[in-house]
């Protein structure tokens, strides 16, 4: 069975920074492209970041450009975002994914067939 379990959210202040993870079980982590997605409340869910199988390409949403840096390990079947200079427009709920083989570069969330439950980032003063 795919699991991934996000963790690392929580609430920060703007300006301030956070780690996610997203631990990864029950396929070969190492064969797929990992994403994070991000949701507000009352939005759709948006793109934030991806990683290549092997980690030697990255893709970023413009808005965390020089923010947010997506890496992974396949000796632990983890995938991290590391978020920077955090704004209180980075407020949502974050998700992992798996990429379905094929489809790098893409965005879209039909792109991508296993999503974690999510976790909750809060930037506020």
């Known amino acids: 069975e795919v699991q991934l379990v996000e963790s690392g959210g929580g609430l920060v202040q703007p300006g301030g920074s956070l780690r996610l993870s997203c631990a990864a079980s029950?396929?070969?982590?190492?064969?797929?492209?990992m994403g994070w997605f991000r949701q507000a409340p009352g939005k759709e869910r948006e793109f934030v970041a991806a990683?290549?199988?092997?980690?030697?390409?990255?893709l970023y949403t413009d808005s965390v450009k020089g923010r947010f840096t997506i890496s992974r390990d396949n000796t632990k079947n983890m995938v991290y975002l590391q978020m920077n200079s955090l704004q209180p427009e980075d407020t949502a709920m974050y998700y992992c994914?798996?990429?379905?083989?094929?489809?790098?570069?893409?965005?879209?969330?039909?792109?991508?067939?296993?999503w974690g439950q999510g976790t909750r980032v809060t930037v506020s003063s």
């Open positions: 029950g396929f070969t982590f190492s064969s797929y492209a």
């Open positions: 994914a798996t990429q379905a083989r094929g489809t790098w570069g893409s965005t879209s969330p039909r792109n991508y067939n296993y």
């Open positions: 990683i290549s199988w092997m980690a030697g390409n990255t």
